[in-house]
């Protein structure tokens, strides 16, 4: 099977699964939806909306009905006691959001975490390897939110430099979309930093003690090149797989750091929804994270025959 | 024009240390939700504060109103769930009929005139002629009516919830003319105006709207001092000032001032404040008492406006299950109410800036005391307490408090489970969100909870909160005593004050709830934005309560 179809069928299955899992875990959550949004309704009245929103139905019947809409693309409707808004609507808004956030987090943690990596490991045991090494576990101690609300307080109030909280989308001013998602990017991006930095200083440290770089050095190619053109490429699956699965990570952060940085994104969107047992919303939320997760990682697997040519020879 | 200060705070407070100690603070803050239910930390006690010698209003200017939380119901108001930062919204795009002077006395405002017949159980509202909603159409008797019907569940197009049982005495709503409506009760009711203002959030709305079967929670269409612009749901709602609101100031000028206003709900405390401080909103709303407490300093330095009223306030409460064990046997509740220490409530919680709730109406409500005769703190009577009630039923006191899994809730709870524990109780603290919370007290699936309701007003609104077999009479407690104080107080004109201060007492009494604090809400502006609470209906004298939020077509900014 083509490793196309076969990560398509993976995905699939994944979804599957993923949304049967919530559908469960909504199932028993205590509470009742109608309560939610009727709770002054008399009895007879909730009867009547639990019918007509279809929660009386077996859980299996209500899940093959939300995922049957999903696959045509309907994310289905809020709960409403007069028609539901559709989640989509919502979706629409704030995927973007969390997506941009997500992306600009990502590359800072990269751009930095590559150099300081290569950096560290070919100075490895050095005043600045070790300096830099009790950085990172510094950063790695810092919870995202709690970073988030110290830049907030000096950087936003002290300082005056970035807006503490708010979103504006980039088609609309780019400048202040740029500066109101740089202090909710770092926020999310220092924990990935570090430990991006850490594992590809394993990496290289490994790699540079390769027969082929010391071949390299024997030939006279320069330090830089034999780090940046010889050593990073073979250095770089293990980060890749992490960045890939880390994802998830992100996910979780952002949901905190949207709050705080009051950014209309989905993480905001899944917090409403628990909040307010809209389980229909939650779980095309979670598809939809479900789906982004497996796909990224599809990507990054992908990626590996890009960076490797052995598995790309291995797969032809 | 320069910045006016604000007048007296009461008691200076010495200036915090705003560097690591804060940031720590804000740490734990940061894991914080909104969360109404479970109340949390309340200010209070620092008198009211003002802006009213501010000078002149200027026209023009825009305002950035830093709310607490997102209404993502929307602005459909029949079926929307409001509470104090959706009434703050519903205020700038909706009128009411009526709206509160400042003793808290209804005046007609949408309407001209809203009079009862010689019983109160026929009430006659006139319009104000040449009004017209933000779409152009009028303001006209009929819209009123279709406005009322859907509140009280008896118009087609619309499914309301909590005003079918508010609205249950309305028989009738007629047309008598293009101007007037009459509304039938099938009893007096001498405070139903209050209830046609019911906190601000009875707004009317224009008939397109009502009859908007897909977006009417989307597309607000009031009569109100601004115009629905644009709202993306968490991240903010504009509206651009209405160039034909019917209103004017005291002075006679028009009104609103400002051209645009915008809501920003962020509901992370510290953000909010944050976001006030660095000049980003102008404008926020707290009840939170470090923030309060926070803000208090800032007015001291002149970096903000602050008003804090003391008069008309909520109350938080415990509230307890009366319809089960341990709650339905008066010793436990006696014993509880014994065992709340204020004064380290006071100093834990509460930064030390709210005074004692001895009953449910704050200072300046109809039927407030100073002194109700409920409990006071009384460590060896709670415990002689305890140990009565464990002897006359053979079973130990216990009962679970559920809180909302938020940081100022869940520390709310810990002290009251330390402070029962030390009378001989056994506490189990449940967390549960909010949803939980509210359904819990709804189906009576709870022993005590955390509460902070009845905002100042006319106390006739609290009646379905404690009328028996109410579906919002948490507490499940059937007294008739109540129940004959409540229907006394809606039928009777004469004597209110009497009858509102024997129900107090009542409640100290029989302690269906344990009163802890009187809440004040804190409004903070930045030094060059003005007008709030603004002005009464009639008068440059405003409602002085905010624990509904205030009107926001007085706000204005220095030009």
């Given at each position: 099977m083509p490793v196309l179809l076969r990560r398509l069928v993976h995905l699939l299955v994944v979804l599957f699964f993923v949304t049967l899992f919530v559908a469960l875990l909504t199932s028993m959550l205590p509470g009742d939806p109608v309560d939610a949004i009727a709770g002054f309704a008399s009895e007879e009245q909730k009867d009547v909306l639990r019918q007509d929103l279809g929660l009386n139905d077996p859980l299996p019947v209500q899940y093959g009905r939300w995922i049957s809409s999903f696959v045509t693309g309907d994310l289905g409707n809020y709960y409403s006691v007069s028609g539901g808004r559709p989640v989509m609507d919502r979706v629409t808004d704030s995927l973007p959001v969390s997506l941009q956030l997500m992306v600009y987090a990502q590359v800072l943690a990269l751009v930095i975490a590559i150099p300081a990596g290569v950096v560290t490991a070919y100075r490895a045991g050095s005043r600045g390897d070790k300096a830099a090494n009790a950085t990172a576990f510094g950063m790695l101690a810092i919870p995202n939110f709690a970073l988030a609300l110290v830049l907030a307080y000096y950087v936003g109030v002290e300082l005056r430099w970035l807006p503490v909280s708010g979103y504006v989308p980039p088609g609309e001013d780019l400048g202040e979309h740029v500066r109101r998602m740089i202090m909710p990017a770092i926020s999310l991006a220092v924990g990935q930093i570090a430990v991006y930095m850490r594992l590809l200083r394993s990496d290289m440290i490994a790699t540079l003690q390769e027969d082929f770089i010391t071949m390299a050095k024997a030939k006279g190619v320069s330090p830089r090149r034999i780090l940046?053109?010889?050593?990073l490429r073979p250095s770089s699956l293990t980060l890749l797989t992490v960045a890939g699965l880390n994802i998830g990570t992100l996910i979780g952060g952002a949901i905190i750091v949207e709050v705080i940085f009051s950014l209309p994104g989905i993480g905001t969107l899944l917090y409403e929804a628990i909040s307010a047992r809209q389980y229909i919303a939650l779980q095309s939320l979670v598809a939809i994270i479900a789906v982004g997760y497996v796909l990224v990682n599809f990507l990054v697997d992908v990626l590996y025959a890009v960076l490797d040519p052995r598995i790309r020879h291995a797969r032809t | 024009m320069p910045g006016k200060r604000p007048r007296g705070l009461g008691v200076p407070r010495a200036t915090r240390g705003r560097g690591f100690k804060r940031v720590a603070a804000m740490a734990v803050l940061a894991l914080a939700v909104t969360a109404c239910g479970g109340g949390g930390d309340d200010g209070g006690g620092g008198g009211a504060s003002s802006d009213e010698d501010a000078g002149t209003p200027t026209p023009g200017g825009k305002v950035i109103y830093g709310l607490e939380a997102e209404t993502t119901d929307g602005w459909c108001l029949p079926e929307a769930q409001l509470a104090i930062s959706g009434i703050m919204v519903t205020q700038a795009m909706y009128d009411t009929l009526t709206r509160p002077n400042a003793e808290g006395e209804m005046e007609p405002w949408l309407a001209e005139s809203v009079e009862p017949n010689e019983d109160s159980s026929v009430w006659t509202i006139k319009l104000r002629d040449g009004v017209t909603f933000h779409d152009g159409s009028e303001l006209t008797a009929e819209v009123v009516k279709n406005n009322l019907d859907a509140y009280r569940g008896a118009y087609p197009a619309r499914s309301p919830q909590l005003f079918i049982f508010v609205f249950q005495p309305i028989e009738s709503v007629e047309v008598v003319d293009p101007l007037t409506v009459q509304v039938n009760l099938s009893q007096p009711w001498v405070s139903f105006d209050a209830t046609l203002h019911s906190s601000g959030r009875l707004g009317m709305l224009a008939q397109a709207q009502l009859d908007d079967a897909t977006s009417c929670a989307e597309q607000p269409i009031g009569t109100g001092p601004f115009k629905f612009s644009d709202w993306v749901p968490n991240q903010k709602l504009t509206a651009e000032r209405n160039p034909d609101y019917w209103a004017t100031d005291a002075a006679g000028e028009q009104l609103p001032y400002l051209d645009e206003i915008e809501f920003r709900p962020i509901v992370e405390e510290e953000q909010r404040r944050n976001a006030l401080e660095s000049g980003e909103i102008n404008a926020m709303h707290t009840s939170i008492a470090d923030t309060v407490d926070e803000v208090r300093t800032l007015s001291e330095a002149g970096e903000v406006n602050d008003y804090e009223p003391d008069e008309f306030g909520e109350v938080t409460y415990l509230m307890m299950n009366e319809s089960k064990p341990p709650f339905d046997n008066i010793k436990a509740r006696q014993a509880l109410a014994h065992a709340f220490d204020f004064e380290e409530a006071n100093a834990i919680l509460n930064a030390g800036i709210v005074t004692q709730a001895t009953g449910p109406f704050a200072p300046g409500n109809i039927g407030h005391l100073d002194d109700s005769g409920f409990p006071t703190f009384d460590l060896d009577e709670a415990t002689r307490l305890v140990d009565e009630y464990e002897s006359e039923t053979g079973k130990d006191l216990e009962f679970t408090y559920s809180a909302v899994n938020a940081a100022a809730t869940i520390k709310q709870a810990q002290l009251v489970k330390e402070q029962a524990e030390a009378a001989g109780m056994t506490v189990e603290i449940v967390t549960v969100d909010q949803s939980t919370l509210i359904d819990g007290a709804i189906s009576g699936d709870f022993e005590a909870q955390g509460w902070r309701n009845h905002p100042g007003g006319d106390p006739d609104l609290q009646y379905n909160w404690w009328k028996s077999g109410s579906p919002v009479n948490f507490n499940k407690f059937e007294d008739p005593e109540i129940d004959r104080l409540l229907d006394e107080g809606r039928t009777t004109a004469e004597g209110r004050d009497e009858i509102y201060e024997e129900l107090n007492r009542r409640f100290a009494e029989e302690i269906h709830n344990v009163w802890l604090w009187y809440t004040v809400w804190s409004v903070a502006t930045a030094p060059e934005v003005h007008g709030v609470p603004g002005e009464g209906p009639t008068s440059e004298d405003p409602f002085p309560g905010i624990a509904s939020g205030h009107p926001v077509g007085y706000m204005w900014v220095e030009q």
């Open positions: 940046w053109r010889h050593a | -």
